[in-house]
Nanobody, 116 residues
Framework: QVQLVESGGGLVQAGGSLRLACVASGSINRVIAMAWYRQAPGKQREWAARITRGGNTDYASSVKGRFTISRDNAKNTTYLQMDNLKPEDTAVYYC??????????WGQGTQVTVSS
């Protein structure tokens, strides 16, 4: 199994920044990529960003150029740096571990609220 714990959410004004962190533990050697998803009130969960074990990154068009996903392998931590935040970025943000041979795993989520 893989356990994921997110942190770093909060309340920020439009134009501000936040950095989310996701610490992974357990069968980390089975993880081939990490991703961030988000779910706004009344909407479906949507993918935001992904980073592979090799360090390749990919972003949803809605966040590209404003969000940066990165990882610190020594700390088993994946980050999501969010800059120039907009009210429409308000959502619960979830960390997701994509594995080989195991199910995908989710963290408990962290709330991000952007005020206008």
């Amino acid at each position: 199994q893989v356990q994921l714990v997110e942190s770093g959410g909060g309340l920020v004004q439009a134009g501000g920044s936040l950095r989310l962190a996701c610490v992974a533990s357990g069968s980390i050697n089975r993880v081939i990529a990490m991703a961030w998803y988000r779910q706004a009130p009344g909407k479906q969960r949507e993918w935001a960003a992904r980073i592979t074990r090799g360090g390749n990154t990919d972003y949803a068009s809605s966040v590209k150029g404003r969000f940066t996903i990165s990882r610190d392998n020594a700390k088993n931590t994946t980050y999501l740096q969010m800059d120039n935040l907009k009210p429409e970025d308000t959502a619960v943000y979830y960390c997701n571990a994509i594995t080989i041979g195991l199910p995908n795993y989710w963290g408990q989520g962290t709330q991000v609220t952007v005020s206008s």
